[in-house]
């Protein structure tokens, strides 16, 4: 077990170190949530009489789903990191040394939880622009909650990266499962005036519970935060057993 957890240490460093050399993850995850908050938002805030909730506008109402936005973005696609791996055989090289298989998958979902975790609280950052007041207790709840919600999107991204082969393919990743994953979300707009079928939607995808936790910490509106927490936290765990599964199925994915 030990052994387990320094083999997961060393992958995860690793994934560190080069996602640190890259700088355009780091532009995207500032200029992607900007032009959804100040330009989406603005003509939200505008194009609508009002909200109904009190005291709170359009922009501060998505502001939450935009930091579970840049965290789901940055989470799957870190799956892309197996798949470059597998492209250039340090996955074979993985895959076939003595250490168990979980120690991998761990590795892999914990090094892209902190990175999409640090890209969703770069979004944070810019809270009192928005004139969002948040005391200290506030913000560690949301970090924390960030990173949980990380830890899920980025277990679905290599999960995803289990079957899929090749860069290409993994980039189809953000039309199929992503969009639609924010869109279905409640992210952009209350539940009150939409559609019965629309709202079953959305109450079966996970990720609206991890919006729905995010908009309770930072808004301070009515919710269910444990319920919130005990979903994300199930569905993290099926998921991350998913990937161990079929990692563990037919190694000619892997090498």
Do not use: C
């Not at 005291?55 to 973005?73: D, H, K, T």
């Not at 729905?212 to 919130?228: E, M």
């Amino acid at each position: 077990m030990t052994s387990g957890l320094r083999d997961s240490y060393y992958i995860m460093k690793r994934d560190l170190i080069r996602m640190l050399r890259q700088k355009m993850p780091l532009i995207g995850a500032i200029v992607r949530p900007a032009l959804w908050l100040f330009l989406l938002g603005t003509g939200l805030k505008f194009g609508f009489i009002a909200l109904p909730l009190v005291g709170i506008n359009w922009q501060q109402y998505i502001f939450p789903g935009i930091i579970a936005m840049n965290v789901l973005f940055s989470g799957v696609m870190s799956g892309a990191s197996i798949v470059w791996d597998r492209e250039f055989g340090f996955l074979k090289e993985i895959t076939i040394a003595p250490i168990p298989r979980w120690s991998i998958i761990l590795g892999k979902t914990l090094s892209g939880a902190i990175i999409a975790a640090f890209q969703g609280l770069i979004v944070l950052a810019v809270y009192p622009l928005l004139g969002i007041s948040l005391g200290i207790l506030q913000l560690l709840q949301t970090v924390l909650a960030v990173f949980f919600i990380a830890l899920a999107v980025t277990a679905v991204g290599v999960m995803l990266a289990a079957r899929i082969r090749s860069m290409e393919g993994f980039g189809a990743v953000n039309n199929f499962v992503v969009m639609p994953v924010f869109f279905l979300s409640g992210a952009l707009h209350p539940l009150s005036n939409i559609p019965d079928w629309l709202k079953i939607m959305i109450y079966l995808n996970p990720f609206s519970y991890a919006v729905d936790l995010l908009r309770v910490i930072i808004l301070g509106l009515d919710g269910n935060p444990a319920f919130d927490i005990l979903t994300i936290a199930l569905f993290t765990n099926a998921v991350f057993l998913a990937a161990l599964y079929l990692f563990g199925q037919n190694k000619k994915y892997y090498l």
